[in-house]
């Protein structure tokens, strides 16, 4: 794997400032849960500063290489190109970045849908996107607080807000966060 230093200088690279800055967030917010939680610190670093890296990418490239990767384009991410930029970023990072740990891969493809099941580290960067301290919207101070309170109820919190975004606004809905949503509540059923 290519070191954190040239990962970062990559980063910075691809990005706009203000996304470049909203990466650096979520690393320090990853690492903090991660300390809390009893995450592979470095793991948290890696995943944080990489999970954007393709997010400024226009949608054609991001189609395009989502093909040059071999990466299943399915319909929700047909209406919603934006949504590819979790699986495309995991195949960058793994082609570009030489990341081979598949955590690390997981925790950038699903951050944006999320799914069931997810590692600790996966939930981690999911939630640490949401709750870093340039986020500002309804709720999410709550969130902030629920994050380190725990952190499946966090997510749960953050799929019902998806949800109702994207309710909203006439979107389409995700199966995997609704996978996500499901497996969440079965869990705390069997408490
Ligand atoms: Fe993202
Ligand atoms: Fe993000």
């Known amino acids: 794997m290519k070191d954190y230093e040239f990962i970062k200088n990559e980063v910075k690279s691809l990005l706009k400032q203000e996304r470049y800055i909203h990466s650096l967030n979520v690393e320090k917010e990853a690492i903090k849960l991660g300390k809390k939680y009893g995450e592979d610190e470095f793991k948290c670093k890696i995943a944080g500063i990489a999970h954007d890296c393709v997010k400024n990418f226009t949608n054609d490239k991001l189609y395009e290489m989502a093909h040059e990767y071999g990466i299943n384009i399915d319909i929700i991410q047909k209406y919603s190109p934006q949504l590819m930029h979790g699986p495309v970023g995991a195949a960058y990072c ?59 109820e966090a997510i749960l919190m953050s799929c019902n807000l998806t949800i109702e975004y994207v309710l909203q606004r006439r979107l389409l809905i995700h199966p995997l966060t609704i996978e996500l949503r499901n497996t969440l509540i079965l869990e705390g059923t069997n408490e």
């Open 94 to 152: 793994k082609d570009k970045f030489e990341i081979d740990d598949k955590d690390i891969l997981n925790a950038i493809y699903y951050h944006t849908t999320g799914r069931g099941n997810m590692s600790l580290l996966e939930k981690i960067i999911y939630i640490a996107d949401l709750i870093e301290e340039g986020r500002n919207f309804q709720g999410v101070n709550e969130l902030r607080k629920k994050a380190y309170e725990d952190i499946d």
